[in-house]
């Protein structure tokens, strides 16, 4: 089975900036990480979760779901020789305090068939 572990999180003074892991394993039947669209999520208290950004090599871009005036904080990068997709968050603010998923879809980003999550990572914006 596919498995996906955060990292990268904590605790982070407003304005500074984290760059979260996401690292998959268990990746089986002849495919690796190119053959699989990976999102980030996160999930506000007392909010729903929603999609931050995805990547994938079926895409051009990757695809970023983030308010555009918010999109410059934000920037999802992939390694596929380490299995690992990166989501940086730059110019901290307490409203992206939230718990931080990375999710797989089906080889392209936006199918929404996200059969695989991490059990996620905390990222607390505080003074």
């Known amino acids: 089975q596919v498995q996906l572990v955060e990292s990268g999180g904590g605790l982070v003074q407003p304005g500074g900036s984290v760059n979260l892991s996401c690292t998959v394993s268990?990746?089986?039947?002849?495919?690796?990480?190119?053959?699989?669209?990976i999102g980030w999520f996160r999930q506000p208290p007392g909010k729903e979760r929603g999609e931050v950004a995805c990547?994938?090599?079926?895409?051009?871009?990757?695809?970023?779901s983030v308010f555009y005036s918010e999109r410059d904080r934000f920037t999802i990068s992939r390694n596929s020789a380490t299995n690992t997709v990166y989501l940086q968050i730059t110019n901290l603010k307490p409203e992206d305090t939230a718990v931080y998923y990375c999710?797989?879809?089906?080889?392209?980003?936006?199918?929404?068939?996200?059969?695989?999550w991490g059990q996620g990572t905390q990222v607390t914006v505080s003074s």
């Open positions: 990547i994938s090599y079926s895409d051009r871009r990757p695809v970023y």
């Open positions: 268990g990746i089986t039947n002849g495919v690796t990480l190119d053959y699989l669209a």
């Open positions: 999710a797989t879809d089906r080889v392209k980003c936006g199918r929404g068939l996200n059969d695989y």
